[in-house]
């Protein structure tokens, strides 16, 4: 059960926190479980390493995403298909493999979030 239906089950309606962030931030265009499924596929053990992997090399194929990241490529799809569902990260065909980047949305998602840890690390 997502937090939404959750949310609208307790009370009947949405709360006025949602509502104002729907209206306000999210201008009652962009849609609000889609724009936490992009969150909550950055939190996440696996995907975070890989999106910072793919910023800093600026792509990589899936085979040396397996190598970076100590998992076996096969176990790494599951997780780069909801980087590509939630359009953070873009798959192309590159000399018979599978090259992954991050889209220009995923680009500016996650580029100030590292900004952020890396300033965040020099002050300490």
Same mark, same amino acid.
């Given at each position: 059960?997502?937090?939404?239906?959750?949310?609208?089950?307790?009370?009947?309606?949405?709360?006025?926190?949602?509502?104002?962030?729907?209206?306000?931030?999210?201008?009652?265009?962009?849609?609000?479980?889609?724009?936490?499924?992009?969150?909550?596929?950055?939190?996440?053990?696996?995907?975070?390493?890989?999106?910072?992997?793919?910023?800093?090399? /600026? &792509?990589?194929?899936?085979? @040396? +995403?397996?190598? %970076?990241?100590? =998992?076996?490529?096969?176990? $790494?799809?599951?997780? *780069?298909?909801?980087?590509?569902?939630?359009?953070?990260?873009?798959?192309?065909?590159? /000399? &018979?493999?599978?090259?992954? @980047? +991050?889209?220009? %949305?995923?680009? =500016?998602?996650?580029?100030? $979030?590292?900004?952020? *840890?890396?300033?965040?690390?020099?002050?300490?």
């Amino acid at each position: 059960m997502s937090e939404r239906t959750k949310e609208t089950q307790a009370d009947g309606q949405r709360s006025q926190a949602r509502e104002r962030v729907e209206t306000e931030l999210l201008g009652d265009v962009l849609d609000f479980d889609r724009e936490l499924g992009r969150l909550a596929a950055v939190a996440s053990e696996v995907r975070f390493p890989i999106l910072y992997l793919l910023a800093e090399e /600026d &792509g990589l194929s899936s085979g @040396e +995403l397996a190598e %970076l990241t100590g =998992r076996k490529q096969r176990d $790494l799809y599951h997780h *780069l298909d909801t980087l590509e569902e939630t359009a953070l990260v873009r798959k192309r065909t590159r /000399d &018979g493999s599978r090259f992954y @980047e +991050l889209s220009a %949305l995923g680009d =500016r998602l996650v580029e100030p $979030l590292f900004e952020t *840890l890396r300033e965040r690390a020099d002050e300490r």
